[in-house]
């Protein structure tokens, strides 16, 4: 953006707007499919429901704290990670104090739009759908929701921001970029608001402003009409029971028979074999059950699957062949940082899969606890896993970018050996602490790593991964400087370089090994 600014003043405006308009449009779609996602569990699975709507009640109290409880439980996440992007728009355009206050307000009143159209749609689809069912299909929708914005994105082709020879054709780029959004996006009249702080003409703010804050308002009010006239055939419906694939009564060999369906946990069943005795074996076994059982968890399997190759295809799709010196530094950079996106890609898994895999366990804990076994070999159980598809996921995603970036084995070997360090680092802190802060009373999984544990455990794997990237930076542009000059390291070099690739490893060492430690007197404390 700066780059742009200094070649023209107009490019630098006309980007922020649309990239603005461009980012809360993506918001916006995110916060409606979890407005839906969220509205199903709250509003139809909640085992309060029975009691709330026996109590003399009203029926819009009921559905005024439901919307609430969705609205807060829907948009936090988003807002937590999507402010720091605005915060910067506002230091690199040296906005007025103003611009901070407003800002708050205008999210505020944006996130009540996508996720009372959630709620909205929610009701009418559950009226004539089972709810248990309609969750499994708003996943496969959501799939598809992200498949499409990723569509609209990769047509905009962002990589070309990055290429010089794309900066002589500025003029034509501003004609096209100039081009009128449509009035009616909530997201064009949330950019609008904000427009002005940023230079971009004088505009109306409070006019998009109070536009905004009506329409979320007529959502709430259109969703309590739906929810008078249908809410009540819609929870009669979510009290009807779901297809079970297979129960706990059922064979073995039956079991074993949709383990097979599964390759992956067949690899990890493989393995424990090889490496554990009896206890670990039974104990692998019913962790790989209950994934399998819940349709919450391995349901999301396309989803990742897409995020993977969404990604690599974005690694594939740079322009880093420039043929200069520049543009060789350019691309080890960028095959050093992408070590740390593929750290952040295993955190955001782990948080999801990983960090509830106690809690998993849910009431039935107990047995966990009579069973003639210590909680260590529970806790590193699951750890171990847990830690092979991390392991697996890892050298997938660094061997198969490294390879599209063109690299030289070197890089190859930091990229792959640091995401080992990370898989298994990532692995015990996101199974230590969900074992430290365990929820077995959660009605939903989404509870636990949503929860501001949940964040706690984000907070410290960001920490790792910067800390680990940082340590690595020394080293690694020591290796990059003594490849470009063609001279050999010095032995004080060596050790320099060795030393801090021994900082590394503890430091992932001490991630794995404390909040494991921490876990394990946590469970033996429950």
């Known amino acids: ?37 969220t509205a199903i569990s709250r509003f139809y699975l909640s085992q309060e429901l029975p009691m709330l709507l026996s109590f003399p009640v009203s029926r819009g109290k009921i559905y005024a704290a439901k919307w609430i409880e969705t609205l807060i439980s829907a948009s936090w996440m988003v807002l ?17 104090a103003w611009y901070y206050p407003w800002l708050l307000f205008i999210l505020a009143v944006f996130v009540t739009i996508p996720v009372g159209i959630g709620i909205w749609l929610t009701i009418l689809i559950m009226s004539v759908l089972p709810a248990r069912r309609g969750k499994s299909l708003f996943v496969f929708l959501g799939f ?58 004088e505009g109306t703010p409070v006019f998009y402003a109070v536009l905004l804050a009506s329409t979320g308002a007529a959502m709430m009010v259109f969703g309590y009409w739906t929810f008078e006239a249908l809410y009540a055939a ?58 399998i059982r819940d349709e919450g968890q391995w349901s999301q399997i396309p989803l990742l699957v897409t995020l993977i190759v969404i990604y690599l295809f974005s690694i594939k799709a740079l322009p880093l062949e420039w043929g200069t010196l520049v543009g060789l530094g350019i691309k080890y950079m960028v095959a ?18 990983l960090y509830p895999s106690v809690s998993l366990e849910g009431r039935a804990f107990w047995l966990i606890r009579t069973a003639p076994i210590s909680i260590r070999t529970f806790l590193w159980n699951k750890f171990l896993v847990n830690f092979i598809p991390m392991l697996f996921l890892t050298l997938l995603l660094t061997g198969i970018s490294t390879f599209f970036l063109h690299v030289k084995t070197w890089m190859v070997m930091i990229s792959m050996g640091t995401g080992v360090l990370l898989a298994a680092s990532i692995t015990g802190l ?4 969900g074992a430290a802060y365990p929820n077995f009373e959660a009605e939903n999984l989404s509870q636990v790593s949503t929860g501001l544990r949940g964040t706690y455990y984000m907070l410290l794997a960001l920490l790792l991964i910067l800390s680990t990237i940082a340590l ?4 690694t542009i020591g290796i990059f400087l003594g490849e470009v000059s063609k001279e050999t390291l010095l032995t004080r070099a060596k050790v320099v370089i060795g030393l801090f690739f021994a900082a ?23």
């Open 144 to 201: 598809l929701i992200f498949a499409l914005l990723y569509m609209l994105v990769r047509f905009m082709r962002p990589e070309r921001l990055i290429n010089p020879e794309w900066f002589a054709n500025l003029t034509m780029f501003l004609a096209g970029m100039q081009a009128p959004a449509s009035p009616f996006l909530p997201s064009m009249w949330a950019a609008e608001a904000l427009g002005p702080f940023f230079h971009t003409g």
């Open 336 to 353: 050093f940082l992408n070590i740390g996106l593929v750290g952040v890609v295993m955190a955001s898994i782990a948080v999801r899969f």
């Open 234 to 291: 819609g929870w009669l419906k979510a009290q009807e029971g779901k297809k079970v694939f297979f129960t706990l009564s059922e064979t073995s060999v039956q079991n074993r028979r949709w383990l097979s369906i599964f390759g992956i946990c067949r690899i990890i069943r493989f393995l424990i074999y090889k490496m554990s005795g009896k206890v670990r074996r039974g104990l692998s076994e019913k962790d790989i059950l209950l994934f």
């Open 504 to 526: 590394v490893l503890l430091l992932n060492m001490l991630f794995l090994y404390l909040p494991m430690r921490i876990g394990e007197r946590r469970l033996e404390g429950e």
């Open 80 to 96: 937590l990670f999507g402010i720091p992007v605005f915060f910067a728009f506002g230091l690199q355009f040296l906005v007025n």
């Open 430 to 433: 996101s199974v230590g602490m």
């Open 1 to 37: 953006m700066s780059r742009l600014q200094s070649l023209s003043p107009d490019a630098g405006r006309i980007l922020t707007l649309k990239g603005l308009s461009l980012f809360i449009l993506i918001s916006f779609f995110i916060l409606m499919f979890s407005g839906i996602i």
């Open 472 to 475: 690595e930076s020394v080293p």
